[in-house]
């Protein structure tokens, strides 16, 4: 499985930005996918997941209300729509996918967003 990210910009304080994660490779093997992001000097963190049929997700406290996760299966694309966008949300925003029945998990090379007060 491959995961390409794009979307990433700079924009200011109370903006907005889509996020897009392009999977290719062996797409039906994936399961849950997820955003993470990583600010300078700390840690990579959870933004959201999406279970495989899009009906579940689960989010980071700090970006309920403001960012939506959701996937099109039929494109094999993860979205992560981020509005109302703080300066703490500069960081790289990673995708993240895993496979069904196994324990691997499978990373984009992350997209930048940074976000001016």
């Known amino acids: 499985v491959q995961l390409v990210e794009s979307g990433g910009n700079l924009v200011q304080a109370g903006g907005s930005l889509r996020l897009s994660c392009a999977a290719s490779g062996n797409t039906a093997s994936i399961n849950v996918m997820g955003w993470y992001r990583q600010a300078p000097g700390k840690q990579r963190e959870l933004v959201a997941t999406i279970t495989s049929g899009g009906g579940g997700t689960n989010y980071a406290d700090s970006v309920k209300g403001r960012f939506t996760i959701s996937r099109d299966n039929a494109k094999n694309t993860l979205y992560l729509q981020m509005n109302s966008l703080k300066p703490e949300d500069t960081a790289i925003y990673y995708c993240?996918?895993?496979?069904?029945?196994?324990?691997?998990?499978?990373w984009g090379q992350g997209t930048q967003v940074t976000v001016s007060s």
């Open positions: 993240n996918a895993d496979q069904f029945l196994s324990s691997n998990t499978y």
